[in-house]
C-alpha cells in the first residue's frame, strides 16, 4: 500500500466524481448543505489525453463512482489549458503512461491549483495485445499503420494477417497502464487487461479504436457491441482507474 497523499484527511459524507466545472453550489440552501460544503475535500484530476474516446469513457467511470469524503472534477488536459504531445518512447505501457502525465505536471507548474484543491495529474497508455501477432500492436497501437489510418483499414489488415490462426490461438487483450503524479511530484503506476480475442469481422458502433474487431465470447459481441456502461464496468481502463483511485484512498 502506497503512503498517503499530502491531501486532507477522508471525511464522511456522500460525494461523487463530477466531469464539469465542480463549481460548488453558490448558495447553499441551509445549513445541512453549508456544512457538508465545509467538509468535503476537493480534488481536481487532470487527464493527460487528448484522445476523445478515452476522455469520455475516463468521465464516465470516473462519474458512475462514488467517493466518500472527495469532491472531485474530471478536467481533460485541455479543459486544463495545457496540451502535452511528448514522445512516447517508454518500453512499456507504464513507461508511457508516466511519460505523458509527467509531461502535463511540467506544464501545469506554473499554474498552482487553488489552495484548497488536491490537483492528481493522471494519464492512460493503452493498446491492443495479439497473441499470434507476438503482442503486436502493442504500444504502437494507436500509430499502427501510421496516426491517421482509418480503425477500419486497420482491422481489415490484421484480419487478414489472421486468417489461417484458429479460435483457441486467436486470444489479445486490452492493456492500460495508468499513471498519475501526485502534488509532490511523485509517480504511481498501475496496469490492468480486458481479455478476448480477435473476431472473424467487425461489427459495433460503441467504443472507439479497435473495438469492433475485439470479440468477447463472455457476451458472444464484440466491445464495440455491448453497451457503454457495461464497457466501464469490465474493461481495462475501468478497472485500471478505479484501482487507481482506491490505491490513492479515492475511491471506497
Ligand atoms: P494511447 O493514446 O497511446 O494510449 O493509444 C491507445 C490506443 O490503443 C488507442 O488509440 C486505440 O487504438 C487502442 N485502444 C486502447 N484502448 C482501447 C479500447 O478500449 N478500445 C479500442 N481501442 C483501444
Redesign the pocket.
Known sequence: MWGSLQAPDKAPGTYGFTSGTGQAPQNPQNSTEKKMQTMKKKYQIIFA???R??IR?IKAILAGSSTPGAEIEVLSMKEAGVEADPD?NGAD?ED??LI?AQAVYDLLRSRPAPEDTVRIVMS?????VIDALGGA?G?H????MGYDTD?RL?MEHILDLLQDVPEEKRTAR???AVGAILPDGSPRVLRDT?EGRIGHSIAGEN?????PF?YLPQYGMT??EISPEE?NRI???GKALRRMLRELGLLT
Open positions: 489525453t487528448g484522445n474516446g478515452k469513457e512516447e505501457f508511457n503512461a505523458k492512460d497508455d493503452s493498446g491492443l500492436p504500444v497501437s494507436a500509430r499502427y480503425y486497420r486490452f492493456v492500460a480486458m467504443g472507439f479504436g479497435y473495438d475485439f466491445s464495440a464497457k474493461s481495462h481502463r
